[in-house]
Each structure stands twice: as C-alpha cells, then as structure tokens.
C-alpha cells in the first residue's frame, strides 16, 4: 500500500492531506488507519518519533466525526491525550 487513496479515507480527507503535500503514508499508517477504521477497537502503537504516529490515530477520528455528526449536544465522542503541548497544539 503506497497512497492515501488506498487506506479506506473518505475525500475531504484525502484533500487536506494532498493539500499538505503528503502523497506516502508510512508504516505505522499504513498499519493503523485500515485497522481503526474496519473496526471498534482500541490501539496501542509504538513506532519512532516523526513517523506519523498522531496522523495515524487522528485521520481515522476525523472520519468517524464527519461520517457520524453530531445531532445533539452531549458526551465527548473523542479523547485525545498527547505527551506534549507541542502536540497538542
């Protein structure tokens, strides 16, 4: 697997991340996003820093957020901890 296009991401998606520049996903992408969109599951990954680590777990949230919108106010459907402020930001 060698494109974006390949990992199961819906188009808007697929444009903002063509717009970045980006064309490859990496490894732990590549391994992740199909795994966290085809299933309800939680997921543990190691992989070294830069690798695209946070893309890998915040592309298949950000689909799942435009697939299902919200109808009414309530709960956080999504928790993301981060390390970092860095990356928080």
Avoid: C, W
């Avoid at 199909?34 to 543990?44: I, S």
């Avoid at 919200?70 to 990356?87: D, F, H, Q, S, V």
């Amino acid at each position: 697997m060698n494109l974006f296009e390949q990992l199961g991401l819906n188009e808007p998606i697929l444009k903002a991340i063509r717009d970045m520049g980006f064309e490859t996903p990496s490894e732990i992408q590549q391994k992740a996003i199909p795994t966290l969109l085809g299933e309800d599951t939680d997921m543990v990954a190691l992989a070294q820093t830069g690798t695209g680590k946070t893309a890998a777990f915040l592309l298949p949230a950000i689909q799942h957020l435009l697939d299902y919108p919200r109808r009414k106010p309530g709960a956080p459907r999504i928790l993301i901890l981060t390390p970092t402020r860095e990356l928080a930001m």
